[in-house]
Every structure is written in C-alpha cells, then in structure tokens.
C-alpha cells in the first residue's frame, strides 16, 4: 500500500467494487482481531443493503461498516464496524462481564437511550499514526448519531503485547475510560473457537471500557 491520503466511505452492497472492498475489509479485520472473530457473515450484516429501498431503511439495529481506501490503490486501509445498541443488546455486548459496570451511572445512563457503539476497528500496520482511525470514529459517531444514539460506548482492546491502541485515539475523542475488565473475551474465544493475535490461542487480554 502507498500509506498516501485516504477517503472514508460506507462499505456499500450496491458500489461496483463491493465484492472485493468486502473481501479486503475481511482480511484486514482478520490480520488485526484474529480470523474467525467477525466473520463473513458477520461482516455482511453491517454492509449497507445492495438496493435502496423505496422507504428508509429500517433494519433494526442500525449497523454499518465504514471503511478508508487508498486514494492511490483504491485498497481499504482502514474499517470500522458501528452499531446503534438498544438496551437488551447492551448488556450482551459486555459478553457475561455486564455485572462489573451496571452500577456505574454512565452505563445506566447509556442503557436508557439508544447507545452507539464504536464496535471494533483496524488501520493496516503502514498507515498508523496519522490520524487515520480518529477521521473514521468521527465519521461513525456522526452516523450513529443520525441513527438516534445518544452517547457512545466501545470495548477497548488492552493487548497482551501492544496495549491499548485504542484508548489514545477514544480519548483524543473525549471518551473516557470507566474500567479494565480482565480476560473480557476468554469465554466467547473459546466458545466461538477463534484465535487471538496477541495470545496465540484462545484471547487472555483485558478490556478498557470507554464511554463518551
Ligand atoms: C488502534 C488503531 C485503530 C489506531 O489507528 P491510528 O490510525 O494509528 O490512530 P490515529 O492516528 O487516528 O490516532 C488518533 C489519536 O489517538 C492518539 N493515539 C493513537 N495511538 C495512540 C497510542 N498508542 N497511545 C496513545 N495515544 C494514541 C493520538 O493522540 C492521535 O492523535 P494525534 O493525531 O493528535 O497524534 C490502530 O493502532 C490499530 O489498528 N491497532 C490494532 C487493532 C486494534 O487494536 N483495534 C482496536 C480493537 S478494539
């Protein structure tokens, strides 16, 4: 890749390059989280539908994938997965460890409205560092927002290696850190049987949560 400026879109079912942008999207999300954590049919859930339909789309919940391509290559750099969360589904996207947050009145808060949620995230290795997943969050919150969140949520990687990536970025964004939750994905990667890239084997790291 050239690591040269980047453009932000929707990974969209209905672009003339959809396959290949999904196809790319997949590698990048696998090389970064580990293969088999969002899955094709995972990811095809928050590709925007192929036809636009007559109505607004209703889909419940609101989910998307934002991704950055290389203005160069045309290859996608960077995606972003978000989704508008609504209460039963809050509690499961904290995977069992929900009891650790729920007294804290920011979680309740977030709870009562629809929350959105900065899902899971990827810049390839040579484009780090220049603002490149700060442009993308900023871009999903926006669009969360017009999908009715009221404030915002995500479950921060603390790899077992590297740290936290993303924290720097979430606060440089104004969220702030509620609290570390250890081994937060150990059950699901053993459940689901996907490996971590920092572990090696089923995931041993910690998350941040962190909310705006
Ligand atoms: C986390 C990740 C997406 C960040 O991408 P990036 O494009 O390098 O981040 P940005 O360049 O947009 O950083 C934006 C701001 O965050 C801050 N920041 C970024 N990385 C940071 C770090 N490691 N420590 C502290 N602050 C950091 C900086 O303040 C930066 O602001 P600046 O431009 O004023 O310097 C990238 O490192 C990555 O893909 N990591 C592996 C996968 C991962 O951990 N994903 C998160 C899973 S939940």
Not at 108 to 116: D, I, M, N, W
Request: glycine share 10%.
């Amino acid at each position: 890749m050239s690591s040269g400026p980047t453009t932000i879109s929707v990974l969209d079912g209905a672009a003339a390059a959809s396959e290949l942008r999904i196809a790319q999207t997949l590698a990048l999300l696998h090389d970064g989280l580990g293969a088999g954590y969002i899955t094709r049919e995972a990811l095809l859930r928050f590709v925007a539908p192929a036809v636009t339909p007559s109505a607004p789309d209703e889909r419940e919940p609101f989910q998307r994938a934002l991704v950055a391509t290389d203005d160069a290559t045309d290859e996608v750099v960077a995606a972003l997965l978000v989704e508008v969360v609504a209460a039963g589904a809050f509690r499961a996207s904290f995977l069992g460890s929900y009891a650790l947050i729920r007294a804290d009145p920011a979680i309740q808060r977030l709870e009562r409205a629809p929350a959105g949620f900065i899902k899971s995230i990827v810049v390839a290795p040579a484009g780090r560092g220049r603002g490149v997943a700060r442009s993308l969050i900023a871009a999903g919150m926006q669009a969360l927002a017009d999908h009715g969140a009221q404030g915002y949520y995500s479950l921060a990687w603390v790899n077992q290696r590297a740290g936290c990536q993303l924290c720097g970025v979430l606060a440089a964004l104004g969220f702030r850190s509620a609290r570390r939750i250890e081994r937060f994905w150990y059950q699901d990667s053993v459940g689901r049987g996907y490996q971590c890239p920092a572990c090696a084997g089923p995931c041993e790291c910690a998350v941040e949560v962190m909310l705006r």
